[in-house]
């Protein structure tokens, strides 16, 4: 027979790993005033490069790409014309239009994202969340996208996000830009995307 005292055992247990995650959540704002400092809005102006995968809950890889985005402002608002090309040969488009609400935040739209994302940028670091709808089969599945960017001293920004639906995480994405000159095939690359936006 049970003990009664291990079921209240267990969920003293269980309180106290929430309060610990809860406690230990970083936020943004903890990374105002490290170097180098990044700005999304100058570092994403012009050709930006990024090499990708996604793995799913257990760590295995299931997609790889390749995004080339294009970035401009228009007004106060950064645009960000996105452009992926994936390891099976699926091509995708997203437009990210970022607008500042003060001096490090934005709330951001694209036409894949539900309402309106929220982001801010303090320090070496940017974060965003949104709501994104992926198409899954037959069906459209809503995640909870975790999107966290570190900017490096050599103009190289490493980008991880975690994909949640029912409060559990099911994928994650590792992404690295660089603003680094391209090679030739990298060019060959970029003129394929634009000619397949035209």
Known sequence: ??????????????????????????????????????SVAEYFQGETWGWGMVQDYRGRITRQFTVYIQGYMDGDVLVLDEDFLFSDGEESKRVWRLKPVDQHCYVGTAHDVV??????????????????????????????????????????VFNRTRMRKWGLTLGNITLTFTKQPLANNNQDEAEGFQRSAQ
Request: charge should be negative.
């Open 115 to 156: 309402g309106e994302g929220r982001a801010c940028n303090y320090g070496d670091a940017f974060h965003l969340t949104y709501r994104l709808k992926v198409p899954i089969g037959e069906r459209e599945w809503v995640f909870s996208m975790d999107d966290w960017m570190y900017l490096q001293d050599n103009q190289v």
């Open 1 to 38: 027979m049970m003990s009664p005292l291990k079921p209240l055992r267990l969920l003293l247990l269980i309180l106290v790993m929430l309060v610990l995650t809860a406690c230990g959540h970083v936020r943004v704002q903890h990374f105002d005033g490290r170097e180098p400092e990044f």
